[in-house]
């Protein structure tokens, strides 16, 4: 089956729950959408594509924490390294055992501690022979429920926030560069773009 049968086939299958999906202009790829998961004012954006060149559909999710939970954060650092330390190893620990692929963006500092966790993604591929609309959706959940573990979690030791998201400095020492998207070649892919970034392949844990 080509790329242009198996995008066809997604639309449909995405399209058959009544999942809200918005096409992306991308040169790139075969095919990219946005996705919301779960439905409902509680789901997510997720990107949806098929790089150009490659036999597979790479789907990701980014989210940004809250400004007023990188600030407990930053408390916590100041005060109680040694527990924000072990906080970020289990926040780790936690997205391995998801089994999903994953990156985090943490905030700049001197500290060896390092910074707030101020970004994570999720992400999973599917390869073209294992692509059916049950693996397509549980793929989805799956993330979903990665997301949501460490979502909860941050919610569970620094609070509901502000309801702001807060700032991403990796993003910000990028202004201003030419960014890349997930139907560049896989192996380099670093960033999946809509309105926020949400990263994908390397350099994916910035301890």
């Known amino acids: 089956m080509s790329a242009d049968e198996i995008a066809t086939n997604v639309r449909q299958w995405l399209e058959g729950e009544r ?25 997510h954006m997720f990107a949806i ?15 940004r924490v809250d400004g007023g939970q990188q600030n407990s954060m930053q408390k916590l650092i100041d005060e109680e ?5 072990t906080w970020a190893h289990d ?13 985090i963006h943490m905030g ?13 993604n999720v992400s999973e591929p ?10 397509l959706m549980q793929t989805l959940r799956r993330l979903w429920m990665a997301k949501l573990g460490v979502i909860l979690e941050i919610k569970y030791t620094f609070g509901p926030g502000t309801g702001k998201a807060g700032p991403v400095d990796d993003w910000a020492n990028k202004q201003g560069q030419k960014r890349t998207t997930a139907a560049q070649k896989a192996e380099d892919v670093k960033e999946v773009h809509t309105d926020d970034s949400m990263s994908f392949g390397t350099g994916f844990d910035p301890s």
């Open 81 to 85: 390294e040694d527990e924000w330390v």
């Open 108 to 120: 700049h500092s001197k500290k060896k501690a390092g910074g707030p966790l101020q970004a994570f």
């Open 91 to 103: 926040c780790r620990m936690q997205l391995i055992a998801s089994g999903a692929d994953w990156a």
């Open 49 to 63: 594509v098929i790089p150009k060149g490659r036999d597979l559909l790479a789907i990701s999710s980014m989210t």
């Open 19 to 43: 999942m809200e999906i918005r096409e992306q202009k991308d040169d790139r790829s075969h095919l990219h959408l946005l996705c919301k998961y779960p439905a409902g004012k509680n789901g």
């Open 126 to 135: 599917i390869w073209f022979d294992g692509l059916t609309k049950n693996e």
